[in-house]
């Protein structure tokens, strides 16, 4: 059975993290817990396809300062406390139900990529202190990021205003070790220019606790670009080859490479085995992205 990690700031970490993992929503039908997030104590990996065929969430925008890279403090705009904000997962065509809470002092809003009611688009500016309901139908399979689209769009999304849907196609993909890894950028000084770069939240989290994985076990990677103010970000894996599914939406992989270049909010999943012990490391391959921060290992055991 699978297990999904978000990562640091993000809504569950791995073995390798230290941080309990923060369910987004969760409620129980005829005694059985269901949640569209994966985590360990829900049971669910990935999720059941919910008996009503409907998940309900409430979605909080929330202004709070996290730490982002040793001591370094960022005032972030957030879903639900955490940037980026939690992971979505539910099975293709069930419907979500989103109560939406603007508790900041700005408008905002919730916009999903992939297909909905255009009613539900989220592009409407929810005024400071007000709320609203999406209703969507989750689709296509695939990975679909999530975030804020009020102008001026790129400071939103650069403040945190993000996160990632994973839609399970209704057949199901084969178990593996699954990973989000979201590529974005810190704006520390509001200059419209990023100074850090990290993979879910945490500059150089992943150079310290890397993502451990067992030889030749099935590793799957949802790996979403929300890097604003720079056009193209890219993920490069070393000493292996993967599989890529170009926003997974297939489920036959359109080419096998090691390194895959990504636009703003392009998103790919991955696949790979890793044949031998040892420490493999992943970064993007815009170098200065790297070395401020996005570099990170994976340890196979």
């Known amino acids: 059975m699978a297990r999904t990690d978000a990562g640091p700031n993000g809504a569950e970490v791995g073995s390798n993290g230290r941080k309990k993992p923060a369910v987004w929503n969760r409620k129980k039908e005829n005694g059985i817990q269901y949640t569209a997030?994966?985590?360990?104590?829900?049971?669910?990996?990935?999720?059941?396809?919910?008996?009503?065929?409907?998940?309900?969430?409430?979605?909080?925008?929330?202004?709070?300062?996290?730490?982002?890279?040793?001591?370094?403090?960022?005032n972030a705009w957030t879903f639900n406390g955490t940037v980026p904000g939690p992971v979505v997962r539910a099975t293709e065509g069930e419907t979500l139900k989103i109560n939406f809470r603007n508790l900041t002092s700005e408008p905002h809003s919730l916009h999903f990529h992939g297909t909905h009611d255009v009613n539900f688009d989220g592009w409407e500016p929810i005024p400071a202190g007000k709320s609203t309901e999406y209703i969507i139908k989750a689709g296509p399979a695939g990975v679909h990021p999530y975030h804020c689209h009020t102008a001026p769009i790129a400071a939103h999304i650069a403040k945190g205003l993000f996160g990632a849907l994973i839609v399970d196609p209704a057949p199901g993909r084969p178990p593996a070790r699954e990973v989000v890894l979201i590529l974005h950028g810190y704006d520390l000084s509001g200059r419209g220019r990023n100074d850090l770069f990290c993979w879910n939240g945490i500059a150089g989290y992943y150079s310290r606790y890397p993502i451990k994985v067992k030889v030749n076990e099935l590793v799957r990677l949802y790996v979403v670009n929300m890097v604003e103010y720079?056009?193209?970000?890219?993920?490069?894996?070393?000493?292996?080859?993967?599989?890529?599914?170009?926003?997974?939406?297939?489920?036959?992989?359109?080419?096998?490479?090691?390194?895959?270049?990504?636009?703003?909010?392009?998103?790919?999943?991955?696949?790979?085995?890793?044949?031998?012990?040892?420490?493999?490391?992943?970064?993007?391959?815009?170098?200065?992205?790297?070395?401020?921060?996005?570099?990170?290992?994976?340890?196979?055991?």
Do not use: C
């Not at 990935?46 to 969430?57: D, K, Q, S, V």
């Not at 996290?66 to 403090?73: D, E, F, K, M, Q």
């Open 37 to 74: 997030l994966s985590t360990r104590e829900s049971g669910l990996l990935p999720p059941l396809r919910a008996p009503t065929g409907i998940r309900e969430f409430t979605v909080d925008t929330i202004e709070r300062p996290l730490n982002v890279a040793h001591g370094t403090i960022f």
């Open 230 to 301: 720079d056009p193209i970000a890219s993920f490069h894996l070393h000493a292996q080859t993967f599989d890529v599914y170009r926003t997974g939406t297939r489920m036959t992989p359109d080419e096998h490479t090691d390194v895959v270049t990504l636009g703003q909010t392009e998103r790919v999943v991955l696949e790979m085995r890793f044949p031998r012990k040892g420490r493999y490391m992943f970064h993007p391959h815009q170098s200065y992205m790297a070395e401020k921060g996005a570099m990170g290992w994976i340890v196979a055991v």
